[in-house]
């Protein structure tokens, strides 16, 4: 059974860090582009952030660049989000993401569908 777990979410600071953590199994997980995506109360979900299956290109929503920093171990099957300076705009529900991908050098396609879902892990920043 296909099973994507986020965890480390929680309540921090503004200005603080959090690291999110995505373990996969029942897949083949180097052949998925991973990506995490976000949603907050009466908004739509959008990506912030992908990495290809070889873990070597990335991209970042304009809103987290230079913040968050998404990596992969494909020898552990996870996937990490390290999420600083954190402001109380990136409070929402974050989850991630898997999509087959052709090519090792391919990130999320974001207008396409995902393979897979996490049921996602809630980030609450406070001011």
């Known amino acids: 059974q296909e099973l994507l777990v986020e965890s480390g979410g929680g309540l921090v600071q503004a200005g603080g860090s959090l690291r999110l953590s995505c373990a996969v199994s029942g897949i083949t997980f180097s052949n998925y582009a991973m990506g995490w995506s976000r949603q907050a109360p009466g908004k739509e979900r959008e990506f912030v952030a992908s990495i290809s299956r070889s873990g070597t290109n990335t991209d970042y929503a304009d809103s987290v660049k230079g913040r968050f920093t998404i990596s992969r171990d494909n020898a552990k099957n996870t996937v990490h989000l390290q999420m600083n300076n954190l402001p109380p705009e990136d409070t929402a529900n974050y989850f991630c993401?898997?999509?087959?991908?052709?090519?090792?050098?391919?990130?999320?396609?974001?207008?396409?569908?995902?393979?897979?879902w996490g049921q996602g892990t809630q980030v609450t920043v406070s001011s």
């Open positions: 993401a898997a999509q087959r991908r052709t090519y090792d050098r391919d990130t999320i396609r974001t207008r396409g569908e995902m393979d897979y």
